[in-house]
Structures are given as structure tokens and as C-alpha cells.
């Protein structure tokens, strides 16, 4: 199963645990700025990827269904559910 580009983003940010601690607010990471602006940047194009793939997957779902746009979005939740583990 791929992973979405905020999941990448969450295990990123887990790589930085040797600066990490509770508190009473809750998980504390510290993390420069840039590192952050960074991380926060490949996971946004990461996500423009991962969108265009879903756009051209509905794309050739649509023109296999022969233009039935009902069943294509029923399509949709499949190839969601089948590549990112749907709401895993």
C-alpha cells in the first residue's frame, strides 16, 4: 500500500523524536524552520502527484465505462481504497 503525502509528512516528523517529548499539551517536536518549510514543501508535490494520478485514473475509468459517470465515481473509491488503504 502506497502512502498518502500526509502520511509520509507524519513519519517524517517522527524522525525528528530525539527533540521530541510530552507535555501537558501533548507531543512536543522540535524542528528548524527550514527543515519544516522543507518536509512541508515535498509532501505538498507530493500530494499534485498523487492527484494527477487519481485524475488520470478517473480519466481511463470514465472512457472504459464507456462515459458513465456514475460508475466511475463508484471507481474512485475503489482505486482510493485499493492504493492508501482507504480510512486506515
Known amino acids: ?35 519544516m518549510v522543507d518536509l512541508i514543501n515535498k509532501a505538498k508535490e507530493m500530494e499534485k502527484e498523487q492527484h494527477g494520478k487519481t485524475w488520470d485514473c478517473a480519466i481511463d475509468n470514465l472512457d472504459a ?3 458513465n459517470v456514475v460508475r466511475a465515481w463508484a471507481d474512485f473509491d475503489d ?10
Open 1 to 35: 500500500m502506497k502512502q498518502t503525502a500526509v502520511e509520509w509528512l507524519l513519519e517524517e516528523f517522527k524522525n525528528f523524536t530525539t527533540n521530541a517529548h510530552f507535555d501537558r499539551n501533548g507531543y512536543i517536536i522540535k524542528i528548524h524552520k527550514a527543515n
Open 65 to 67: 465505462r464507456g462515459g
Open 79 to 88: 482505486f482510493y481504497n485499493e492504493t492508501y488503504g482507504g480510512n486506515k
